[in-house]
């Protein structure tokens, strides 16, 4: 599956920085459909724990995927302060549930380091390292936090 | 898509409402209340076909649609009597035209045609006694025109002289165009010469100068076509005074590329030696496809049990072109899908207005009472635009029945009512496969052959009779044969022998009836060609219950048996019961419940440490605890609290489904949870209630699968959603 993330071919990309559990996080903007409040997600039965449930896009059926949980983060609540970023990536929309969105941001593919080798839960998520203004915000690898239904669907 | 390509498939769509027109002309000649008017329409439909298949040098169906076409024409002249061998043959050609066209249209279609061999030899035999030396070779003398497709921009080069008067408006300049572009662009079409006429100006003093006063005449000598001069001025149109004469007499050829399917036939009809007594005979093009809406109407009298209103409508002028447009499915299933957020939109500002507390009777109860209504028939029109007759269905059905009696040298009638009833074109496409296979049946093992017909007291010729009807939102198909019935002895022995039931169980004449629907069942003796490939009626009732409806069965010994279809009329909603479970709200479908009641309590007993079955009448079902089958909450102990579903799987296996409570019954409009999501085990789809939540519809057969109740089903079978 091609990395919607990892477009070398333009020099820069627009990303869009988010923050879960006071940690930054960014994906390429490209694919973000919109971004909407969060409301209350009808559960899905034998979901995985990080599948928050499944919520009405103007008559779309998306499922809610926790980021926090994916990553094994603090997982508190949701509250109406939370946002879902609502995503395309290869045909299913697949709506991310955050804490707050930041900033937008430009990032030419030089500037993104490898993920160090470290044994924290969740790196596999990760495709990379951007510094911006001392602050570590972590590349997201969309595709590997889809959950393997969406994927096996796409 | 490209041109070519587009052209192709007006062909073949075209070619099936041309083929519907077909099967309609020979049903009415085998009614035996031909008129010539048939005939021609018949014979029109063949040479449209032709003339089509030239175009897109379908060889094989160029040659086998001739020879049809010249025994039609035979027909059509009297030097051909019509009899029931000569309807055999027409039948068949027809049938295998169709063929043809069905593998042109999946590009298989090869250069050569055995399959027809046998059926051109015995139409040629039938024009045999008229076949005049020079007819036998008309084959080759028959050049279909293929068309040039990279010609459809105009004719070929001939230099025409144009006579151009041009005379702005005053809007034309008010509205910002410049007659110095216009001019530029005529002079680049070919040698103009551009003359200004002053005659219109006024005398200085008086000159408005927001006023035209002047004229251009231009002389041009072009190669372009009179459309291509045109097309200049089309961004002014009306806004000026425009003459264009044209002065080279040449006339400009017709452009037959413009209607491909049935414009080139009309090159071939008068190339093609056939006699052509009338010329008249030959229908605008238009007129052809009209024809097959408006046969609609007959139809539907026909099935209301009115007398042959067709010789009426026959005699009739004929119907106003273009009653139909083609559109776009996508575009259909969008606006459903809009029409669908419509009315989930309107339900929550209902509820959004209820909630804060807004007097019944006023202004804005009113108002939504009403946009309530409108919703509700906007609703009803987008889906009827889905909605096609069964009538193609019925005719491919025809065919299928023709073809099985041939091969099991049974001859049979097959009998259609009620070809105008609608359904959602994807049910339609849906049922095809289910229904071939029980009008197979029913002429394989239902029909007797024609011996045991005549020792019973019948007419040696079966007869199949397959209906459909809307029954209270409904749709109700038949399949009825006139054949033996069930032999239920014979349905009883084999299933004792394959395990399906107790020796000794207890079992009503419809109990056993029902047995042929069992998995693993097949009542055939040996394997015909037609039946015993594998599939039996568990896999007909499967595909019928995956479109939400059912199938029954009803027989008579000695008289035949119905199969009774009942299907959703489309597969956008569903009736749903929205019941409680474990806290959450849930839709499940309506058709796999036979029965709601309180859990009885003094009729349940405990099964082993964690199964409970209640007993109904006598019967002990097994207990399923959706709430803790879908993870909702903990298992529970059935008390009267609860309440119980009575569900039948599509396997036939009946359970107790235990949830909470029920809300409501309403139809839900289906949304897909795969898309986005993917399969989840025990869910069939989803759906949106009146409140914007989404509500998961259920599928009983797999949540009672997963129990092992139902012998193991697989753990999704998810319903076929938009």
Same mark, same amino acid.
């Given at each position: 599956?091609?990395?919607?993330?990892?477009?070398?071919? =333009?020099? @820069?990309?627009?990303?869009?920085?988010?923050?879960?559990?006071?940690?930054?996080?960014?994906?390429? %903007?490209?694919?973000?459909?919109?971004?909407?409040?969060?409301?209350?997600?009808?559960?899905?039965?034998?979901?995985?724990?990080?599948?928050?449930? @499944?919520?009405?896009?103007?008559?779309?059926?998306?499922?809610?995927?926790?980021?926090?949980?994916?990553?094994?983060?603090?997982? *508190?609540?949701?509250?109406?302060?939370?946002?879902?970023?609502?995503?395309?990536?290869?045909?299913?929309?697949?709506?991310?549930?955050?804490?707050?969105?930041?900033?937008?941001?430009?990032?030419?593919?030089? =500037? @993104?380091? *490898?993920?160090?080798?470290?044994?924290?839960?969740?790196? =596999?998520?990760?495709?990379? %390292?951007?510094?911006?203004?001392?602050?570590?915000?972590?590349?997201?690898?969309?595709?590997?936090?889809?959950?393997?239904?969406? @994927?096996?669907?796409? | 898509?490209?041109?070519?390509?587009?052209?192709?498939?007006?062909?073949?769509?075209?070619?099936?409402?041309?083929?519907?027109?077909?099967?309609?002309?020979?049903?009415?000649?085998?009614?035996?209340?031909?008129?010539?008017?048939?005939?021609?329409?018949?014979?029109?439909?063949?040479?449209?076909?032709?003339?089509?298949?030239?175009?897109?040098?379908?060889?094989?169906?160029?040659?086998?649609?001739?020879?049809?076409?010249?025994?039609?024409?035979?027909?059509?002249?009297?030097?051909?009597? &019509?009899?029931?061998?000569?309807?055999?043959?027409?039948?068949?050609?027809?049938?295998?035209?169709?063929?043809?066209?069905?593998?042109?249209?999946?590009?298989?279609?090869?250069?050569?045609? $055995?399959?027809?061999?046998?059926?051109?030899?015995?139409? &040629?035999?039938?024009?045999?006694?008229?076949?005049?030396?020079?007819?036998?070779?008309?084959?080759?003398?028959?050049?279909?025109?293929?068309?040039?497709?990279?010609?459809?921009?105009?004719?070929?080069?001939?230099?025409?002289?144009?006579?151009?008067?041009?005379?702005?408006?005053?809007?034309?300049?008010?509205?910002?165009?410049?007659?110095?572009?216009?001019?530029?662009?005529?002079?680049?079409?070919?040698?103009?010469?551009?003359?200004?006429?002053?005659?219109?100006?006024?005398?200085?003093?008086?000159?408005?100068?927001?006023? /035209?006063?002047?004229?251009?005449?231009?002389?041009?000598?072009?190669?372009?076509?009179?459309?291509?001069?045109?097309?200049?001025?089309?961004?002014?149109?009306?806004?000026?005074?425009?003459?264009?004469?044209?002065?080279?007499?040449?006339?400009?050829?017709?452009?037959?590329?413009?209607?491909?399917?049935?414009?080139?036939?009309?090159?071939?009809?008068?190339?093609?030696?056939? $006699?052509?007594?009338?010329?008249?005979?030959?229908?605008?093009?238009?007129?052809?496809?009209?024809?097959?809406?408006?046969?609609?109407?007959?139809?539907?009298?026909?099935?209301?049990?009115?007398?042959?209103?067709? +010789?009426?409508?026959?005699?009739?002028?004929?119907?106003?072109?273009?009653?139909?447009?083609?559109?776009?499915?996508?575009?259909?299933?969008?606006?459903?899908?809009?029409?669908?957020?419509?009315?989930?939109?309107?339900?929550?500002?209902?509820?959004?207005?209820?909630?804060?507390?807004?007097?019944?009777? /006023?202004?804005?109860?009113?108002?939504?009472?009403?946009?309530?209504?409108?919703?509700?028939?906007?609703?009803?029109?987008?889906? +009827?635009?889905?909605?096609?007759?069964?009538?193609?269905?019925?005719?491919?059905?025809?065919?299928?029945?023709?073809?099985?009696?041939?091969?099991?040298?049974?001859?049979?009638? &097959?009998?259609?009512?009620?070809?105008?009833?609608?359904?959602?074109?994807?049910?339609?496409?849906?049922?095809?496969?289910?229904?071939?296979? &029980?009008?197979?049946?029913?002429?394989?093992?239902?029909?007797?052959?024609?011996?045991?017909?005549?020792?019973?007291?019948?007419? $040696?010729?079966?007869?199949?009779?397959?209906?459909?009807?809307?029954?209270?939102?409904?749709?109700?198909?038949?399949?009825?044969?006139?054949? +033996?019935?069930?032999?239920?002895?014979?349905?009883?022995?084999?299933?004792?022998?394959?395990?399906?039931?107790? $020796?000794?169980?207890?079992?009503?004449?419809?109990?056993?009836?029902?047995?042929?629907?069992?998995?693993?069942?097949?009542?055939?003796?040996?394997?015909?060609?037609?039946?015993?490939?594998?599939?039996?009626?568990?896999?007909?009732?499967?595909?019928?219950?995956?479109?939400?409806?059912?199938?029954?069965?009803?027989?008579?010994?000695?008289?035949? /048996?119905?199969?009774?279809?009942?299907?959703?009329?489309?597969?956008?909603?569903?009736?749903?019961?929205?019941?409680?479970?474990?806290?959450?709200?849930?839709?499940?479908?309506?058709?796999?419940?036979?029965?709601?009641?309180?859990?009885?309590?003094?009729?349940?007993?405990?099964?082993?440490?964690?199964?409970?079955?209640?007993?109904?009448?006598?019967?002990?079902?097994?207990?399923?605890?959706?709430?803790?089958?879908?993870?909702?909450?903990?298992?529970?102990?059935?008390?009267?609290?609860?309440?119980?579903?009575?569900?039948?799987?599509?396997?036939?296996?009946?359970?107790?489904?235990?949830?909470?409570?029920?809300?409501?019954?309403?139809?839900?409009?289906?949304?897909?949870?795969?898309?986005?999501?993917?399969?989840?085990?025990?869910?069939?789809?989803?759906?949106?209630?009146?409140?914007?939540?989404?509500?998961?519809?259920?599928?009983?057969?797999?949540?009672?699968?997963?129990?092992?109740?139902?012998?193991?089903?697989?753990?999704?079978?998810?319903?076929?959603?938009?």
């Amino acid at each position: 599956m091609a990395d919607p993330t990892e477009t070398d071919a =333009e020099d @820069v990309n627009e990303l869009i920085a988010f923050r879960i559990a006071e940690q930054d996080f960014c994906f390429n %903007i490209m694919s973000v459909r919109e971004i909407r409040g969060w409301t209350p997600a009808t559960i899905i039965p034998h979901a995985p724990s990080y599948v928050r449930g @499944v919520i009405n896009l103007r008559g779309a059926v998306v499922p809610i995927v926790d980021l926090a949980a994916r990553l094994g983060l603090e997982v *508190p609540e949701p509250t109406a302060r939370n946002v879902i970023i609502i995503t395309q990536i290869d045909g299913p929309i697949v709506g991310l549930l955050v804490d707050a969105v930041s900033d937008i941001l430009s990032a030419s593919a030089k =500037e @993104v380091q *490898p993920t160090p080798d470290v044994a924290a839960n969740g790196s =596999e998520f990760l495709s990379g %390292i951007i510094t911006r203004e001392d602050k570590m915000i972590r590349l997201l690898n969309l595709a590997a936090i889809l959950p393997e239904t969406v @994927v096996a669907a796409a | 898509m490209s041109k070519t390509d587009e052209l192709r498939t007006t062909f073949f769509q075209e070619a099936e409402d041309l083929l519907e027109q077909l099967t309609d002309g020979l049903e009415e000649l085998s009614c035996g209340d031909a008129d010539p008017e048939t005939v021609n329409s018949v014979f029109r439909a063949v040479h449209s076909i032709k003339g089509g298949a030239g175009a897109f040098a379908l060889e094989a169906i160029v040659r086998f649609a001739h020879r049809f076409e010249n025994v039609l024409d035979a027909l059509r002249s009297g030097e051909l009597a &019509m009899s029931g061998a000569v309807l055999d043959v027409l039948m068949r050609s027809s049938d295998h035209l169709t063929v043809l066209l069905e593998t042109a249209r999946d590009g298989t279609l090869e250069e050569d045609d $055995p399959a027809g061999e046998p059926l051109l030899a015995e139409l &040629m035999g039938l024009t045999g006694a008229t076949e005049s030396p020079a007819d036998s070779t008309d084959e080759v003398d028959f050049t279909p025109m293929t068309m040039a497709l990279d010609d459809l921009s105009g004719p070929g080069p001939s230099e025409l002289r144009f006579h151009i008067g041009f005379r702005p408006h005053d809007a034309l300049f008010r509205s910002g165009n410049e007659p110095v572009f216009l001019l530029r662009d005529v002079c680049a079409l070919g040698e103009a010469e551009v003359q200004c006429d002053l005659s219109g100006l006024p005398d200085f003093d008086s000159l408005d100068t927001e006023a /035209s006063y002047l004229a251009w005449q231009i002389a041009l000598q072009t190669e372009a076509s009179d459309s291509a001069v045109h097309e200049v001025f089309e961004f002014v149109d009306g806004l000026c005074d425009l003459t264009v004469d044209q002065d080279g007499v040449e006339p400009l050829p017709d452009l037959p590329s413009l209607d491909p399917p049935s414009g080139p036939g009309a090159d071939p009809e008068e190339s093609a030696p056939t $006699p052509e007594p009338a010329a008249a005979a030959y229908p605008p093009p238009a007129a052809a496809t009209a024809a097959s809406p408006a046969a609609a109407s007959p139809e539907a009298a026909r099935a209301s049990g009115a007398a042959r209103p067709e +010789a009426a409508g026959k005699s009739a002028p004929p119907q106003p072109v273009a009653s139909t447009i083609r559109v776009d499915l996508h575009r259909i299933d969008r606006m459903i899908n809009l029409v669908g957020e419509l009315v989930i939109n309107q339900a929550m500002l209902t509820q959004a207005v209820k909630r804060d507390g807004i007097a019944q009777g /006023s202004d804005a109860d009113v108002g939504l009472e009403e946009l309530r209504t409108l919703t509700r028939q906007i609703q009803d029109s987008v889906m +009827a635009i889905r909605a096609q007759p069964v009538k193609a269905l019925f005719q491919r059905m025809s065919r299928i029945a023709r073809e099985a009696g041939s091969e099991t040298g049974k001859t049979l009638r &097959m009998v259609t009512e009620g070809a105008a009833t609608e359904i959602d074109k994807t049910v339609i496409e849906k049922l095809a496969d289910p229904l071939t296979h &029980m009008i197979r049946n029913a002429v394989d093992h239902g029909l007797e052959n024609a011996e045991d017909r005549i020792a019973a007291g019948k007419t $040696p010729e079966g007869s199949i009779r397959l209906s459909a009807a809307h029954l209270s939102g409904r749709v109700v198909i038949e399949i009825s044969d006139d054949g +033996a019935g069930i032999n239920r002895d014979k349905v009883r022995e084999i299933a004792e022998e394959k395990g399906l039931i107790a $020796p000794d169980a207890q079992l009503t004449p419809n109990d056993v009836d029902n047995l042929i629907f069992q998995p693993g069942f097949s009542t055939a003796n040996e394997l015909t060609a037609l039946s015993g490939r594998g599939v039996g009626m568990d896999v007909v009732k499967k595909s019928i219950q995956s479109l939400g409806g059912r199938v029954s069965i009803s027989s008579e010994p000695g008289d035949g /048996s119905t199969f009774s279809i009942v299907l959703p009329l489309t597969l956008a909603v569903l009736d749903g019961m929205v019941i409680e479970v474990g806290g959450q709200t849930v839709v499940i479908p309506i058709s796999a419940i036979l029965e709601t009641m309180r859990v009885p309590t003094e009729q349940v007993f405990q099964l082993g440490t964690n199964n409970a079955v209640v007993r109904l009448r006598g019967a002990y079902v097994p207990i399923v605890d959706v709430g803790a089958v879908m993870g909702y909450r903990a298992p529970v102990a059935p008390d009267g609290e609860h309440v119980i579903l009575l569900v039948e799987t599509a396997d036939g296996v009946r359970a107790a489904l235990l949830i909470d409570a029920i809300h409501d019954q309403r139809q839900v409009v289906i949304k897909g949870l795969e898309e986005n999501y993917g399969q989840v085990p025990g869910v069939a789809a989803a759906t949106i209630l009146g409140d914007g939540r989404i509500a998961l519809i259920l599928d009983p057969s797999a949540i009672v699968g997963h129990t092992g109740a139902g012998g193991g089903a697989a753990l999704s079978t998810p319903l076929a959603a938009e």
